[in-house]
């Protein structure tokens, strides 16, 4: 079983900061991708950042120069670090993460349960 831990949520001020931790726990035999999305209330999840096993990431426009990504392969845990957080930034964050459970396994993609990220104006 492969479970993925979200930590770090919070209600926050305009202007403020958040950091985000994730951390993928039981049979994995490789990590590839480990991101972060997020979902607002009536809205479609969409994509924050990702990072690959070799450090390349990608931002959504709406947090480039403000979120910042990076994981510990060591330790299996993505993060994410969130600066000038908007309004417009509430919503369930979701860590996810393409992985193998063991060698012979197909790359499959797992998420985590969701952390609430609210900001207030």
């Known amino acids: 079983q492969v479970q993925l831990v979200e930590s770090g949520g919070g209600l926050v001020q305009a202007g403020g900061s958040l950091r985000l931790s994730c951390v993928a726990s039981?049979?994995?035999?490789?990590?590839?991708?480990m991101g972060w999305y997020r979902q607002a209330l009536g809205k479609q999840r969409e994509l924050v950042a990702v990072?690959?096993?070799?450090?390349?990431?990608n931002y959504a426009d709406s947090v480039k120069g403000r979120f910042t990504i990076s994981r510990d392969n060591v330790k299996n845990t993505v993060f994410i670090e969130m600066n000038s957080l908007k309004p417009e930034d509430t919503a369930v964050y979701y860590c996810?993460?393409?992985?193998?459970?063991?060698?012979?396994?197909?790359?499959?993609?797992?998420w985590g349960q969701g952390t609430q990220v609210t900001v207030s104006s």
């Open positions: 996810g993460a393409a992985l193998k459970a063991y060698i012979s396994a197909d790359l499959s993609w797992y």
């Open positions: 039981g049979s994995i035999f490789s990590i590839n991708a």
């Open positions: 990072v690959t096993s070799g450090d390349s990431t």
